[in-house]
């Protein structure tokens, strides 16, 4: 089913974007120098972006997507030079698709503290070193403070609609609070307003995994000897966030204890489910990069919509756009109850609203048609609202 993992040929600057890589359908923007929650400075902050359809004349028919944790700006479109995968998003998005870019103008930028053209740990510092070691710690806020940098730039006065799953639903979240003049209507999916215990239990299993390889070197991989950086760390934490991504229900159902083909597990050979979870690491160590992963699981971590707003109730009560919550109904990771407590202390919200899947968290990549149904509905929502 799944080849033998092999991290041969990679290298840490493998896992990131380069200046020297092919662009793909990126575009860059500066947005200036940034001082973060923390107090520290990035200077000449670039993000990189992708935009699909056409900007009216009123700049009225402007959304956003947030991507997630591993994702990027390429929300859509095939892969090939200068994008490593296909769109994460790919039938969401398109003309006559539910988000129709006949209709609607639609942008999504890599993320602060990303390795696809956003500056992050891999970008290049001022003394012309990569970050490392010593870039910043960023918070969902940091992140948004450039997102809305980035909509200046465009002249985007206000999104109709902005939408994520997971840490993109967060930095939804944060837009709404922060800036409720500039965001029409929002989609929340499979996220929360305040990360669990449960969940930075397992944000730092992660991390600890990726800190502990050799390779890691503190942080500081990029320019190692030997060319090679954190891959073993980075499949490890790969594999533990794929078993909260995915329910014990699916994997039971579609490996069983099979025995991975041509090996036997009671000759040292590997389960089939084994071989999955390898299959996932190699993947992800291919793409992304290990100091990203860290800054922007501890974002996710940080993460509390209520802090020094006098509490989620007071926070989440601000909102009044429409909001649509959507959860998963078997999510691990975030629960439906955390989606529960949106809608209840939202008055923008109008009920949950629910994915069936037996894919977990991940069913907000795998259930397209039940994601569009609800896109639909938050654009409803937000056209009802405009012609009120």
Not at 50 to 56: I, P, S, Y
Request: glycine share 12%; net charge negative.
């Amino acid at each position: 089913m799944y080849g033998p993992l092999s991290y041969e040929g990679l290298t840490p600057a493998s896992a990131a974007w380069r200046e020297s890589d092919p662009v793909g359908d990126r575009k860059f923007v500066d947005v200036g120098d940034l001082v973060t929650e923390s107090g520290d400075l990035i200077p000449q902050v670039r993000v990189a972006y992708e935009t699909w359809g056409t900007l009216n004349a009123a700049r009225t028919n402007a959304i956003y997507i947030c991507h997630a944790l591993t994702g990027d700006s390429h929300v859509t479109g095939p892969a090939g030079p200068g994008h490593v995968t296909s769109g994460w998003w790919h039938g969401l998005v398109g003309p006559g698709c539910d988000i129709d870019t006949d209709e609607w103008f639609v942008v999504c930028a890599n993320v602060l503290g990303g390795c696809q053209g956003t500056t992050g740990p891999s970008s290049k510092a001022p003394d012309g070193r990569p970050w490392g070691s010593r870039f910043p710690v960023v918070t969902v806020a940091d992140m948004v403070e450039v997102e809305r940098r980035l909509m200046d730039v465009l002249d985007i006065p206000s999104w109709a609609l902005m939408l994520g799953p997971s840490l993109g639903g967060m930095r939804v979240l944060e837009w709404m609070v922060r800036h409720p003049d500039r965001v029409r209507g929002g989609l929340v999916l499979g996220s929360t307003a305040a990360v669990t215990a449960d969940e930075i239990a397992t944000h730092s299993v992660q991390i600890r995994a990726i800190e502990s390889d050799p390779a890691f070197r503190g942080g500081d991989y990029y320019d190692a000897p030997d060319g090679q950086g954190p891959h073993e760390g980075m499949g490890l934490a790969r594999r533990i966030a794929h078993l909260t991504y995915r329910t014990d229900v699916e994997l039971d159902e579609r490996f069983g204890r099979a025995a991975q083909e041509g090996e036997d597990p009671h000759a040292g050979g590997r389960f089939a489910v084994e071989s999955y979870l390898d299959h996932h690491a190699d993947k992800l160590a291919r793409r992304f990069d290990a100091n990203t992963y860290i800054a922007l699981t501890r974002a996710m971590s940080l993460f509390d919509l209520g802090r020094g707003r006098g509490g989620l109730e007071a926070a989440l009560g601000s909102i009044t756009a429409p909001l649509t919550v959507v959860g998963i109904d078997s999510d691990r990771l975030f629960p439906t109850r955390l989606q529960q407590q949106l809608v209840d202390l939202t008055p923008g919200a109008d009920r949950l609203h629910l994915i069936l899947s037996l894919y977990g968290h991940d069913g907000f990549l795998v259930e397209d048609e039940q994601v569009g149904v609800f896109v639909a509905h938050a654009l409803h929502r937000v056209r009802r609202q405009d012609h009120a």
